[in-house]
Protein backbone atom coordinates (compact mmCIF):
# COMPACT_ATOMS: atom_id res chain seq x y z
CA UNK A 1 0.00 0.00 0.00
CA UNK A 2 1.33 3.71 -0.76
CA UNK A 3 2.00 6.08 1.94
CA UNK A 4 1.28 9.62 2.17
CA UNK A 5 4.78 9.90 1.79
CA UNK A 6 5.07 7.89 -1.46
CA UNK A 7 2.17 10.13 -3.14
CA UNK A 8 4.06 13.13 -2.59
CA UNK A 9 7.33 12.24 -4.01
CA UNK A 10 5.57 10.47 -6.70
CA UNK A 11 3.37 12.24 -9.90
CA UNK A 12 1.46 10.06 -10.41
CA UNK A 13 -0.67 11.51 -13.34
CA UNK A 14 2.31 11.41 -15.38
CA UNK A 15 3.68 8.39 -14.58
CA UNK A 16 0.37 6.92 -15.15
CA UNK A 17 0.97 8.55 -18.68
CA UNK A 18 4.28 6.92 -19.09
CA UNK A 19 2.98 3.95 -18.66
CA UNK A 20 0.31 4.61 -21.23
CA UNK A 21 2.82 5.45 -23.71
CA UNK A 22 4.95 2.29 -22.63
CA UNK A 23 1.77 0.14 -23.00
CA UNK A 24 1.71 2.19 -27.15
CA UNK A 25 5.66 1.02 -27.62
CA UNK A 26 4.33 -2.87 -26.15
CA UNK A 27 1.59 -2.71 -28.29
CA UNK A 28 3.01 -2.22 -31.87
CA UNK A 29 5.93 -4.39 -31.19
CA UNK A 30 3.21 -6.78 -30.23
CA UNK A 31 1.46 -5.64 -33.82
CA UNK A 32 4.38 -5.86 -35.91
CA UNK A 33 5.60 -9.54 -34.34
CA UNK A 34 2.70 -11.31 -35.14
CA UNK A 35 2.04 -9.64 -38.97
CA UNK A 36 5.71 -9.53 -39.84
CA UNK A 37 5.62 -12.81 -41.56
CA UNK A 38 2.67 -12.12 -43.31
CA UNK A 39 3.42 -9.34 -45.07
CA UNK A 40 6.43 -10.52 -46.02
CA UNK A 41 4.78 -13.50 -47.65
CA UNK A 42 1.89 -10.94 -49.07
CA UNK A 43 4.72 -8.75 -50.78
CA UNK A 44 6.88 -11.31 -52.18
CA UNK A 45 9.82 -12.27 -49.84
CA UNK A 46 9.68 -15.68 -48.07
CA UNK A 47 8.70 -15.53 -43.93
CA UNK A 48 11.96 -16.53 -42.84
CA UNK A 49 12.97 -13.09 -43.99
CA UNK A 50 11.32 -11.98 -40.43
CA UNK A 51 13.91 -13.28 -38.44
CA UNK A 52 17.05 -11.62 -40.47
CA UNK A 53 14.99 -8.36 -40.29
CA UNK A 54 14.98 -8.80 -36.47
CA UNK A 55 18.61 -9.24 -36.41
CA UNK A 56 19.26 -6.27 -38.11
CA UNK A 57 16.58 -4.26 -36.19
CA UNK A 58 18.10 -5.16 -32.86
CA UNK A 59 21.36 -4.92 -33.77
CA UNK A 60 21.28 -1.49 -35.20
CA UNK A 61 18.73 -0.40 -31.99
CA UNK A 62 22.08 -1.42 -30.18
CA UNK A 63 24.31 1.53 -31.57
CA UNK A 64 21.05 3.97 -31.83
CA UNK A 65 19.24 3.34 -28.19
CA UNK A 66 22.43 4.97 -26.56
CA UNK A 67 22.79 7.66 -29.59
CA UNK A 68 19.44 9.00 -28.83
CA UNK A 69 19.90 8.83 -25.29
CA UNK A 70 22.99 10.72 -25.50
CA UNK A 71 21.70 13.24 -27.94
CA UNK A 72 18.48 13.77 -25.61
CA UNK A 73 20.64 14.85 -22.89
CA UNK A 74 22.47 16.91 -25.06
CA UNK A 75 19.00 18.54 -25.44
CA UNK A 76 18.14 18.71 -22.77
CA UNK A 77 21.26 20.76 -22.01
CA UNK A 78 21.13 23.04 -24.58
CA UNK A 79 17.56 23.17 -25.21
CA UNK A 80 16.22 22.86 -21.61
CA UNK A 81 14.03 19.88 -22.40
CA UNK A 82 14.08 16.18 -24.20
CA UNK A 83 10.76 16.81 -25.84
CA UNK A 84 11.73 16.82 -29.75
CA UNK A 85 13.34 13.65 -28.97
CA UNK A 86 9.73 12.23 -27.18
CA UNK A 87 7.92 13.97 -29.95
CA UNK A 88 9.10 13.61 -32.76
CA UNK A 89 10.16 10.40 -32.35
CA UNK A 90 6.49 9.39 -31.62
CA UNK A 91 5.08 11.37 -34.37
CA UNK A 92 7.23 9.79 -36.87
CA UNK A 93 6.97 6.36 -35.52
CA UNK A 94 3.18 6.17 -35.57
CA UNK A 95 3.51 7.78 -38.59
CA UNK A 96 5.74 4.73 -40.60
CA UNK A 97 3.46 2.33 -38.74
CA UNK A 98 0.64 2.97 -40.60
CA UNK A 99 2.62 3.41 -43.40
CA UNK A 100 3.51 -0.30 -43.41
CA UNK A 101 0.20 -2.09 -44.38
CA UNK A 102 -0.21 0.82 -46.74
CA UNK A 103 2.88 -0.15 -48.54
CA UNK A 104 1.84 -3.95 -48.72
CA UNK A 105 -2.03 -3.14 -49.81
CA UNK A 106 -1.44 0.09 -52.09
CA UNK A 107 1.82 -0.57 -53.84
CA UNK A 108 2.01 -3.88 -56.56
CA UNK A 109 5.15 -6.04 -55.78
CA UNK A 110 7.26 -5.72 -58.63
CA UNK A 111 10.82 -6.49 -58.44
CA UNK A 112 11.70 -2.39 -58.35
CA UNK A 113 9.16 -1.90 -55.43
CA UNK A 114 9.60 -4.74 -53.65
CA UNK A 115 12.59 -3.42 -51.66
CA UNK A 116 10.27 -0.69 -50.39
CA UNK A 117 8.69 -3.00 -47.93
CA UNK A 118 12.08 -3.77 -45.76
CA UNK A 119 12.94 -0.55 -45.77
CA UNK A 120 9.53 0.96 -44.05
CA UNK A 121 10.04 -1.54 -41.59
CA UNK A 122 13.56 -1.06 -40.80
CA UNK A 123 12.96 3.03 -40.55
CA UNK A 124 10.28 2.07 -38.35
CA UNK A 125 11.81 0.03 -35.63
CA UNK A 126 14.70 2.49 -35.79
CA UNK A 127 12.28 5.77 -35.40
CA UNK A 128 11.23 3.59 -31.86
CA UNK A 129 14.47 3.95 -30.85
CA UNK A 130 14.92 7.76 -30.78
CA UNK A 131 12.21 8.50 -28.15
CA UNK A 132 12.02 5.32 -26.17
CA UNK A 133 15.16 6.22 -23.78
CA UNK A 134 14.28 9.96 -23.47
CA UNK A 135 11.20 9.06 -22.95
CA UNK A 136 12.10 7.01 -19.85
CA UNK A 137 14.27 9.49 -18.51
CA UNK A 138 11.04 11.39 -17.33
CA UNK A 139 10.67 9.13 -14.51
CA UNK A 140 13.39 10.81 -12.97
CA UNK A 141 11.21 14.04 -12.98
CA UNK A 142 8.00 11.97 -11.98
CA UNK A 143 9.82 10.37 -8.87
CA UNK A 144 12.28 11.11 -5.92
CA UNK A 145 15.27 8.49 -6.24
CA UNK A 146 14.22 6.81 -3.27
CA UNK A 147 10.26 6.33 -4.76
CA UNK A 148 11.68 5.29 -9.00
CA UNK A 149 11.17 1.56 -8.16
CA UNK A 150 7.68 2.05 -7.44
CA UNK A 151 6.98 4.45 -9.88
CA UNK A 152 8.74 2.21 -12.31
CA UNK A 153 6.36 -1.01 -11.48
CA UNK A 154 3.39 0.99 -12.68
CA UNK A 155 5.04 1.44 -15.86
CA UNK A 156 6.32 -2.18 -16.42
CA UNK A 157 2.69 -3.38 -15.05
CA UNK A 158 1.34 -1.99 -18.17
CA UNK A 159 3.33 -3.05 -20.50
CA UNK A 160 3.68 -6.18 -18.87
CA UNK A 161 -0.08 -6.87 -18.65
CA UNK A 162 -0.17 -6.41 -22.95
CA UNK A 163 2.62 -8.24 -23.47
CA UNK A 164 0.84 -10.96 -21.48
CA UNK A 165 -1.57 -11.80 -24.04
CA UNK A 166 0.69 -12.25 -26.77
CA UNK A 167 0.22 -16.07 -26.97
CA UNK A 168 -3.19 -15.89 -27.63
CA UNK A 169 -3.71 -13.00 -29.00
CA UNK A 170 -2.30 -14.06 -32.70
CA UNK A 171 -5.87 -15.14 -34.49
CA UNK A 172 -7.88 -12.26 -32.81
CA UNK A 173 -5.04 -9.28 -33.98
CA UNK A 174 -4.48 -11.60 -37.96
CA UNK A 175 -8.44 -11.23 -37.83
CA UNK A 176 -8.91 -7.43 -37.88
CA UNK A 177 -6.78 -6.96 -40.53
CA UNK A 178 -3.64 -5.38 -41.04
CA UNK A 179 -4.66 -1.70 -41.93
CA UNK A 180 -7.54 -1.82 -39.10
CA UNK A 181 -4.91 -3.14 -36.52
CA UNK A 182 -2.00 -0.64 -37.77
CA UNK A 183 -4.08 1.76 -37.57
CA UNK A 184 -5.13 1.63 -33.85
CA UNK A 185 -1.26 1.17 -33.06
CA UNK A 186 -0.85 4.04 -34.58
CA UNK A 187 -3.49 6.46 -33.09
CA UNK A 188 -2.49 4.97 -29.65
CA UNK A 189 1.32 5.95 -29.99
CA UNK A 190 0.25 9.25 -31.09
CA UNK A 191 -2.49 9.84 -28.32
CA UNK A 192 -0.23 8.78 -25.69
CA UNK A 193 2.59 11.67 -27.30
CA UNK A 194 0.03 14.53 -27.27
CA UNK A 195 -1.02 13.32 -23.16
CA UNK A 196 2.44 13.26 -22.36
CA UNK A 197 3.22 16.62 -23.72
CA UNK A 198 0.49 17.77 -21.99
CA UNK A 199 1.32 16.61 -18.29
CA UNK A 200 4.87 17.06 -18.88
CA UNK A 201 5.74 19.60 -15.83
CA UNK A 202 7.76 22.47 -16.47
CA UNK A 203 11.54 20.66 -16.87
CA UNK A 204 14.47 23.18 -14.16
CA UNK A 205 16.61 25.32 -16.12
CA UNK A 206 20.35 23.06 -16.84
CA UNK A 207 23.48 24.70 -15.51
CA UNK A 208 25.44 24.42 -18.48
CA UNK A 209 28.58 25.42 -16.83
CA UNK A 210 28.21 22.71 -14.30
CA UNK A 211 27.13 20.50 -16.87
CA UNK A 212 30.43 20.76 -19.00
CA UNK A 213 32.62 20.00 -15.98
CA UNK A 214 30.16 16.23 -15.48
CA UNK A 215 32.59 13.62 -17.09
CA UNK A 216 31.19 10.62 -18.92
CA UNK A 217 31.48 7.82 -16.81
CA UNK A 218 32.66 4.87 -19.18
CA UNK A 219 32.69 2.09 -16.84
CA UNK A 220 29.14 3.16 -15.33
CA UNK A 221 28.25 2.54 -18.35
CA UNK A 222 29.71 -0.40 -19.40
CA UNK A 223 28.26 -2.21 -15.97
CA UNK A 224 24.75 -0.55 -17.09
CA UNK A 225 25.80 -2.22 -21.16
CA UNK A 226 26.77 -5.37 -19.58
CA UNK A 227 23.44 -6.12 -16.90
CA UNK A 228 21.42 -5.10 -19.93
CA UNK A 229 22.92 -8.12 -21.61
CA UNK A 230 23.17 -10.34 -19.09
CA UNK A 231 19.51 -9.68 -18.33
CA UNK A 232 18.44 -10.34 -22.29
CA UNK A 233 19.98 -13.80 -22.48
CA UNK A 234 18.44 -14.55 -18.89
CA UNK A 235 14.82 -14.04 -19.76
CA UNK A 236 15.64 -15.54 -23.11
CA UNK A 237 16.82 -18.65 -21.69
CA UNK A 238 14.79 -19.11 -19.04
CA UNK A 239 11.71 -18.20 -21.63
CA UNK A 240 12.51 -21.43 -23.69
CA UNK A 241 13.65 -23.64 -20.49
CA UNK A 242 10.05 -23.02 -18.61
CA UNK A 243 8.28 -23.62 -22.33
CA UNK A 244 9.98 -26.85 -22.60
CA UNK A 245 9.50 -27.89 -18.84
CA UNK A 246 5.71 -27.08 -19.09
CA UNK A 247 5.16 -29.31 -22.39
CA UNK A 248 6.72 -32.26 -21.06
CA UNK A 249 5.06 -32.02 -17.85
CA UNK A 250 1.76 -31.13 -18.90
CA UNK A 251 2.14 -33.84 -22.32
CA UNK A 252 1.49 -30.97 -24.56
CA UNK A 253 2.62 -28.49 -27.20
CA UNK A 254 0.09 -25.70 -26.48
CA UNK A 255 0.79 -24.29 -23.19
CA UNK A 256 0.15 -20.81 -24.47
CA UNK A 257 -2.83 -20.19 -21.96
CA UNK A 258 -0.18 -21.49 -18.85
CA UNK A 259 2.03 -18.66 -20.58
CA UNK A 260 -1.08 -15.93 -20.60
CA UNK A 261 -1.00 -16.76 -16.77
CA UNK A 262 2.47 -16.71 -16.08
CA UNK A 263 3.01 -13.20 -18.02
CA UNK A 264 -0.02 -11.85 -15.98
CA UNK A 265 1.58 -12.82 -12.63
CA UNK A 266 5.24 -11.16 -13.62
CA UNK A 267 3.25 -7.91 -14.75
CA UNK A 268 1.05 -7.86 -11.34
CA UNK A 269 4.43 -8.84 -9.36
CA UNK A 270 5.83 -5.44 -10.79
CA UNK A 271 4.18 -3.47 -7.94
CA UNK A 272 5.48 -5.53 -4.78
CA UNK A 273 8.58 -5.61 -6.56
CA UNK A 274 8.91 -1.75 -6.19
CA UNK A 275 7.64 -1.73 -2.97
CA UNK A 276 10.16 -4.22 -1.61
CA UNK A 277 13.17 -2.02 -3.78
CA UNK A 278 12.07 0.92 -2.25
CA UNK A 279 12.62 -0.55 1.41
CA UNK A 280 15.79 -2.34 0.89
CA UNK A 281 17.06 -0.74 -1.99
CA UNK A 282 16.94 -1.38 -6.12
CA UNK A 283 20.28 -2.68 -6.72
CA UNK A 284 19.73 -4.81 -3.34
CA UNK A 285 16.47 -5.71 -4.63
CA UNK A 286 17.97 -6.95 -7.94
CA UNK A 287 20.32 -9.10 -6.85
CA UNK A 288 17.58 -10.99 -4.66
CA UNK A 289 16.16 -11.47 -7.72
CA UNK A 290 18.91 -12.88 -9.14
CA UNK A 291 19.85 -14.73 -6.10
CA UNK A 292 16.15 -16.15 -6.01
CA UNK A 293 15.98 -16.79 -9.63
CA UNK A 294 19.22 -18.81 -10.80
CA UNK A 295 18.42 -22.23 -8.18
CA UNK A 296 15.18 -21.94 -9.19
CA UNK A 297 16.20 -22.35 -12.55
CA UNK A 298 18.51 -24.99 -12.15
CA UNK A 299 16.01 -26.55 -9.77
CA UNK A 300 13.08 -26.75 -12.16
CA UNK A 301 15.29 -29.05 -15.07
CA UNK A 302 15.42 -31.64 -12.20
CA UNK A 303 11.49 -31.13 -10.57
CA UNK A 304 9.80 -29.61 -12.83
CA UNK A 305 8.16 -26.42 -13.25
CA UNK A 306 5.90 -26.98 -9.58
CA UNK A 307 4.25 -24.35 -7.93
CA UNK A 308 6.72 -22.83 -5.34
CA UNK A 309 9.96 -22.72 -8.26
CA UNK A 310 7.08 -20.52 -10.38
CA UNK A 311 6.77 -18.36 -7.84
CA UNK A 312 10.46 -17.78 -7.09
CA UNK A 313 11.03 -17.32 -11.34
CA UNK A 314 7.69 -14.73 -10.73
CA UNK A 315 9.24 -12.56 -8.10
CA UNK A 316 12.54 -12.91 -9.40
CA UNK A 317 12.18 -11.74 -12.97
CA UNK A 318 9.66 -8.68 -11.76
CA UNK A 319 12.79 -7.52 -9.06
CA UNK A 320 15.29 -8.02 -12.01
CA UNK A 321 13.23 -6.17 -14.91
CA UNK A 322 11.21 -3.33 -12.59
CA UNK A 323 14.43 -2.49 -11.34
CA UNK A 324 16.46 -1.87 -14.76
CA UNK A 325 15.82 1.81 -15.07
CA UNK A 326 16.09 2.91 -11.80
CA UNK A 327 19.39 1.33 -11.72
CA UNK A 328 20.92 3.15 -14.79
CA UNK A 329 19.36 6.33 -13.49
CA UNK A 330 21.05 5.78 -9.74
CA UNK A 331 24.35 4.74 -11.50
CA UNK A 332 24.81 7.75 -14.04
CA UNK A 333 24.78 11.57 -13.20
CA UNK A 334 21.89 12.89 -14.22
CA UNK A 335 23.91 14.93 -16.81
CA UNK A 336 24.02 11.50 -18.43
CA UNK A 337 20.49 10.10 -18.15
CA UNK A 338 19.15 9.49 -21.01
CA UNK A 339 22.51 7.72 -22.12
CA UNK A 340 22.51 5.73 -19.51
CA UNK A 341 19.05 4.21 -20.09
CA UNK A 342 20.25 4.02 -23.46
CA UNK A 343 23.39 2.00 -23.09
CA UNK A 344 20.95 -0.45 -20.79
CA UNK A 345 18.04 -1.02 -23.58
CA UNK A 346 21.67 -1.14 -26.51
CA UNK A 347 22.81 -3.76 -24.07
CA UNK A 348 19.53 -5.82 -24.20
CA UNK A 349 19.52 -5.04 -28.38
CA UNK A 350 22.94 -6.51 -28.22
CA UNK A 351 22.50 -9.14 -26.09
CA UNK A 352 19.10 -10.09 -28.85
CA UNK A 353 20.57 -9.74 -32.15
CA UNK A 354 23.65 -11.95 -31.10
CA UNK A 355 20.89 -14.65 -29.47
CA UNK A 356 19.41 -15.09 -32.92
CA UNK A 357 23.06 -15.40 -34.69
CA UNK A 358 24.51 -17.84 -32.26
CA UNK A 359 21.42 -19.76 -31.43
CA UNK A 360 19.13 -19.66 -34.44
CA UNK A 361 17.83 -23.28 -33.62
CA UNK A 362 16.53 -23.02 -30.13
CA UNK A 363 14.68 -26.91 -30.19
CA UNK A 364 18.01 -28.27 -30.34
CA UNK A 365 19.51 -26.34 -26.49
CA UNK A 366 17.83 -29.09 -24.59
CA UNK A 367 16.57 -27.43 -21.00
CA UNK A 368 19.39 -28.44 -18.65
CA UNK A 369 22.06 -26.80 -20.90
CA UNK A 370 19.39 -23.62 -21.53
CA UNK A 371 19.04 -23.70 -18.02
CA UNK A 372 23.02 -23.49 -17.21
CA UNK A 373 23.22 -20.89 -19.80
CA UNK A 374 20.81 -18.59 -18.47
CA UNK A 375 22.13 -19.09 -15.16
CA UNK A 376 25.22 -17.78 -16.32
CA UNK A 377 23.28 -14.76 -18.04
CA UNK A 378 21.92 -13.96 -14.53
CA UNK A 379 25.40 -13.63 -12.87
CA UNK A 380 26.83 -11.42 -15.38
CA UNK A 381 23.96 -9.34 -14.29
CA UNK A 382 24.65 -9.88 -11.00
CA UNK A 383 28.15 -9.25 -11.27
CA UNK A 384 28.29 -6.34 -13.20
CA UNK A 385 25.41 -4.51 -10.09
CA UNK A 386 27.65 -6.08 -7.75
CA UNK A 387 30.67 -4.18 -8.60
CA UNK A 388 28.61 -0.90 -9.61
CA UNK A 389 27.55 -1.02 -5.78
CA UNK A 390 31.15 -1.63 -4.36
CA UNK A 391 32.70 1.54 -6.88
CA UNK A 392 29.30 3.62 -5.93
CA UNK A 393 30.67 2.75 -2.00
CA UNK A 394 34.03 3.75 -2.57
CA UNK A 395 33.20 7.29 -4.24
CA UNK A 396 30.98 7.77 -1.38
CA UNK A 397 33.77 7.24 1.39
CA UNK A 398 35.73 9.30 -1.44
Known amino acids: MTTSTSRLNILWVQVWVLAAVQGAITL????????????????????????????????????????????????????????????????????????????????PPTTVMRSL?????????????????????????????????????????????????????????????????????SFVMLGAAAVLRLVNPPEAPVDRHQAETVKLPLQKLALILGTGFGVAWGIRFLMDVLAKVLKNQLNTDNIDVQMVWIGLAIAIASIPAGMFAVKIGNSQ?????????????LIMISVGAQIPII?????????????????????????????????????????????????????????PVGAIAGALAFLLAGVCIV???????QMNAE
Request: charged share 5%; glycine share 12%.
Open 117 to 185: LPIVLVAWALAMTIFRSPAMCLLGMYATPAQLPLAVSFVTLVGGVIGAFRPISHKFILNLGPVYTFAIG
Open 387 to 393: VSSISET
Open 285 to 297: AMLCGICAIIPSL
Open 311 to 367: VLLVAGFSLIVNGAIPFALGLVPQRWAGLGIGMYFGGFALAMSLFGVLFPQLQGITP
Open 28 to 107: TWLIYNIYLPQLLTQFGFPASLAVGLVLVENALGAILEPLMGGLSDQARRWVGTRFPFISGGMILSATLFIAIPCVVSLI
